[in-house]
């Protein structure tokens, strides 16, 4: 019997990766010129890191955490997201006090048990940006613009950023109480897990994915209604700043994110062309967060991408990201191979994309070859050609030929 791969994880094949190399190189590029720097995590965390930063009653630490015992007995979880990992090794490394003004970036796999289908994954990728120490409201249009951009950049316009505030812990009170009022009322009508809820942690009522739960919310207390003067001082900036940046935004209220530690802005990015799964990115302050975790209070806001939801994207357009091959050596005889092999060789060692045959077979049989490999040029080196160090250069594009020296073969390419 074959192995297969766990329900919700999948390898990414050659076609496919070419795809999340581009997205890569685009994201480390623009990160770079925003002034961050990478940053590399485990992917298991002492599961404590996140109850305490996701929060408990959220869907991913009630449901979708990869925890087990590790052989000493002691609680361990594959991270589902990597901004409380970040902010653990930012006030491990004592970043709160000898840097504490930076900005960190992270790319890799994130694991949640969630029930798969077309654009949900249990193990997905992320492109994480967190930055630290600033609590002014330009950071916030800076952080937002850079995520959208990097989307522009790659050739994604089609796309809706939607932005909210969530307060701080002062004006949120308020907004807790009166939306436990409206939700009590509600009680019998909601689902199982939005009743406990209820009780515990409220504000996760508004991201829960029950249809008839998600009927009801539409009608409960909005947070605009509560924010206290400085923190709609902070969203009234954040939003010209966006505007400044042109950059264009939705405000929409309803945007609370599924994580317990974001604090005043908070933002998504979602396309059309995804399906239910829409959102291809999401981020937000989380003022708190740094302190929470036992560091000083220094403020931060970050974002997060989902890399196979953009991989997705970039799939529906008509755009080719792999490398050709350059060079498909063709060889009519065993010594015409030897000196075939030597060439193959130099020519990668100048960084030229090369490929050969190594067995002997027609010539015709190593044309389907360079023709299946979509080679660019073929190189033929018989005996005639071994004798005067020559190579029978040919054009699989206009499918011309012609007879040239050796040493020539990389300045006529
Ligand atoms: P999140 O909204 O949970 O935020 O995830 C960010 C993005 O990851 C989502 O918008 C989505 O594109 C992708 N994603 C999430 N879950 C899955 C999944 N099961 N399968 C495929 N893609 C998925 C966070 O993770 C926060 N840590 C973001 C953040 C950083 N906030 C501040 N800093």
């Not at 076609?15 to 590399?40: D, M, P, V």
């Not at 060439?343 to 015709?364: A, C, D, F, P, W």
Request: net charge neutral; hydrophobic share 35%; glycine share 6%.
């Amino acid at each position: 019997m074959t192995i297969s791969t766990i329900r919700g994880f999948h390898d990414i094949l050659p076609g496919e990766t070419e795809k999340w190399q581009y997205i890569e190189k685009t994201a480390r590029e623009i990160l770079e010129s925003f002034n961050f720097s990478e940053i590399k995590i485990p992917l298991l965390e002492k599961t404590e890191l996140f109850t305490r930063s996701i929060g408990n009653g959220t869907d991913i630490v009630e449901k979708e955490m990869y925890t087990f015992l590790d052989r000493r007995g002691d609680s361990l979880t594959l991270r589902p997201e990597a901004t409380a990992s970040i902010v653990r090794a930012y006030i491990e490394h004592n970043f709160c006090k000898t840097n504490p003004v930076l900005k960190l970036f992270y790319l890799g796999p994130m694991f949640r048990y969630e029930r798969p289908q077309k654009g949900r994954f249990r193990q997905f990728h992320q492109i994480n940006a967190e930055s630290f120490g600033v609590a002014g409201p330009k950071m916030d249009g800076e952080v937002i613009s850079l995520c959208f951009n990097f989307f522009r950049k790659i050739g994604l316009d089609d796309l809706h950023l939607q932005i909210n505030s969530l307060g701080c812990p002062q004006c949120r009170a308020g907004f807790k109480k009166e939306l436990k009022n409206f939700l009590t009322k509600k009680m019998t009508d909601l689902c199982s897990d939005c009743q406990r809820r209820v009780e515990i942690n409220p504000l996760r009522n508004l991201d829960c994915k029950n249809e008839k739960c998600r009927e009801i919310v539409l009608n409960a207390p909005s947070i605009a209604n509560f924010l206290c003067e400085d923190c709609s001082i902070h969203f009234q900036e954040v939003k010209q700043s966006l505007a400044s940046l042109e950059i264009p935004f939705q405000v929409n209220p309803k945007i609370v994110r599924g994580l317990d530690y974001y604090t005043r802005t908070a933002f998504e990015i979602n396309s059309p062309l995804l399906g239910a799964q829409d959102a291809v990115a999401g981020g937000g302050r989380y003022d708190n967060l740094v302190k929470d975790l036992g560091g000083p209070a220094i403020p931060a806001i970050g974002f997060a991408i989902g890399w196979e939801r953009l991989v997705s994207l970039l799939s529906q357009k008509d755009q080719n990201f792999q490398r050709p091959l350059e060079i498909f050596i063709a060889s009519l005889s065993k010594n015409a191979m030897e000196e075939a092999y030597k060439l193959t060789n130099q020519l990668r060692h100048i960084g030229v994309k090369v490929e050969m045959s190594y067995e002997e077979k027609s010539l015709k049989s190593q044309m389907r070859k360079a023709d299946k490999l979509s080679s660019c040029f073929v190189l033929i080196i018989g005996e005639k050609e071994l004798e005067e160090k020559t190579v029978i250069l040919r054009n699989m594009k206009n499918k011309s030929q012609e007879v040239i020296d050796r040493k020539e073969i990389v300045s006529e390419i």
